[in-house]
T-cell receptor
C-alpha cells in the first residue's frame, strides 16, 4: 500500500467545514483513496472512497487532486460528534486486501 | 447496510484462561474478515486475515497458537485468545469486506482485560 502523510491534529469550530488533508505522492494507478474515522473506544467507521473523481455521500466529500498525489476529506458542517481520529488509506480495491493504518489526524471539533 | 457486530463488547478474565470473541456480519456475506488489535493511544495493528473455510494468515510476530481464528461461515469469525496474560489486554477489533466496493466494515470492538 502507498504511504500516506496526514497532520497529527487539527481543530475545527462547530458548524464550520472541516478540511482534512492527506498526501499520497506514491499512489499507484490502481489504488483507491479510502477514509475512515475512529471515535474514541469504538471500531473504525468507513466514510468514503474514490479513485480519481471527486466523491460525495451523506457523510462527507472527497476531493482528489488531478495528479492524485493528495486528497482532502471535507466534513461540510462539523459537529461535536465528528471529533475523532481520521485515517486516510490508499490501497487497491480488493476485498481481500488489508488496511494499513497510519497515525491519522486527530480532529477536535470545538463549540 | 454493512453492519458488523462483535461479542462480547467487554471481558475481564483471569490470567491463564481462554477468551473467545465473535465477529458477525449481520446483513452481508463476508468472504474475508480481518482481526486487529489496538493498544492505548496507538493505531490499529493487523493481527490476521481470515478467509471462510481456510486457515487464517497471521502477521509477523502474531502467534497463531495463541490467537486461534476460525472462520466457519460467511458471516462468522471467532478469535480465541488462549492462556491469556495481562500483556494481552487490549482492544480487539474485527472487520469484514464485501466483494462490491472493497471497503472494510468494522465491528465495535472488544475490550479485553486480563488480570
Amino acid at each position: 500500500d502507498a504511504k500516506t502523510t496526514q497532520p497529527p491534529s487539527m481543530d475545527c469550530a462547530e458548524g464550520r467545514a472541516a478540511n482534512l488533508p492527506c498526501n499520497h505522492s506514491t499512489i499507484s494507478g490502481n489504488e483507491y483513496v479510502y477514509w475512515y474515522r475512529q471515535i474514541h473506544s469504538q471500531g473504525p467507521q468507513y466514510i468514503i472512497h474514490g479513485l480519481k473523481n471527486n466523491e460525495t455521500n451523506e457523510m462527507a466529500s472527497l476531493i482528489i487532486t488531478e495528479d492524485r498525489k493528495s486528497s482532502t476529506l471535507i466534513l461540510p458542517h462539523a459537529t461535536l460528534r465528528d471529533t475523532a481520529v481520521y485515517y486516510c488509506i490508499v490501497r487497491v480495491r480488493d476485498a481481500g486486501n488489508m488496511l494499513t493504518f497510519g497515525g491519522g489526524t486527530r480532529l477536535m471539533v470545538k463549540p | 447496510g454493512a453492519v458488523v457486530s462483535q461479542h462480547p463488547s467487554r471481558v475481564i478474565c483471569k490470567s491463564g484462561t481462554s477468551v473467545k470473541i465473535e465477529c458477525r456480519s449481520l446483513d452481508f456475506q463476508a468472504t474475508t474478515m480481518f482481526w486487529y488489535r489496538q493498544f492505548p493511544k496507538q493505531s490499529l495493528m493487523l493481527m490476521a486475515t481470515s478467509n471462510e473455510g481456510s486457515k487464517a494468515t497471521y502477521e509477523q510476530g502474531v502467534e497463531k497458537d495463541k490467537f486461534l481464528i476460525n472462520h466457519a461461515s460467511l458471516t462468522l469469525s471467532t478469535l480465541t485468545v488462549t492462556s491469556a496474560h495481562p500483556e494481552d489486554s487490549s482492544f480487539y477489533i474485527c472487520s469484514a469486506t464485501t466483494l462490491g466496493d472493497g471497503a472494510q466494515y468494522f465491528g465495535p470492538g472488544t475490550r479485553l482485560l486480563v488480570l
